[in-house]
């Protein structure tokens, strides 16, 4: 059974800081896996979707690098900003029965201060 | 063009009601799953809709129910509620559910509130 890992819970950071939010996944057998941002009772918002078969993803200052064989993933943020604050989620497809869900971690939540 | 559409926004109910949630999938896309967030957790998969039929469920108890409409629009219901189905309720639309790993398309969610 996939179980999906995310550390740390809450981070606190001053802006100007380079930041790394961790995933683990159980199952390394994964077809890609994908990060989300959540502002505070809002949906999620894909931020980046890495296949299996990539080591990195970019998008301005984020960067999410996937090592399936030790089952991790990393986002790293860039030069936070306030505005970076929110919960961040990884999650990974799971195939039963021929169809996909998504398994989830439980968040790391981000606070960016002046 | 126009993403998953969820309705409505905020719903407060007591305990004992039933619940009707709607979601419109992304332009395009035939394959609808349902999520249950409760606070401070991660979303946690309660069914996906293909084809007008229910292809797979997660854990969660038969009081919750849904239907995929020929437009691939899809219902969730859930009887009987409890103080314990508050939560935050997303949808998410992909095409074609049997492709390995398919991206997930959000919504922005129903906050439901049981009294």
């Known amino acids: 059974k996939q179980e999906v890992t995310q550390i740390p819970a809450a981070l606190s950071v001053p802006e100007g800081e380079n930041l790394v939010l961790n995933c683990s996944f159980t199952d390394s057998a994964i077809y890609n896996l994908q990060w989300f941002r959540q502002d505070p009772g809002k949906g999620l918002t894909s931020l980046l979707l890495i296949q299996s078969s990539q080591r990195e993803q970019t998008s301005g200052r984020l960067n999410a690098s996937l090592d399936k064989s030790s089952g991790r993933s990393t986002l790293y943020i860039a030069a936070s900003q306030p505005g970076d604050s929110a919960t961040y989620l990884c999650a990974v497809p799971s195939l039963s029965g021929g169809y996909n869900k998504l398994i989830f971690g439980a968040g790391t939540r981000l606070a960016v201060h002046p | 063009d126009a993403g998953v559409t969820q309705s409505p926004t905020h719903l407060i109910k007591t305990r004992g009601q039933q619940v009707t949630l709607r979601c419109s999938p992304k332009s395009g896309h035939d394959t609808v799953s349902w999520y249950q967030q409760a606070l401070g957790q991660g979303p946690q998969f309660i069914f996906q809709y293909y084809e007008e039929e229910e292809r797979q469920r997660g854990n969660f108890p038969d009081r919750f129910s849904g239907h995929q409409f020929p437009n691939y629009s899809s219902e969730l219901n859930v009887n009987a509620l409890l103080l314990g189905d508050s939560a935050l309720y997303l949808c998410?639309?992909?095409?074609?559910?049997?492709?390995?790993?398919?991206?997930?398309?959000f919504g922005p969610g129903t906050r439901l509130t049981v009294l």
């Open positions: 998410a639309s992909s095409l074609a559910a049997r492709v390995p790993g398919n991206e997930q398309f």
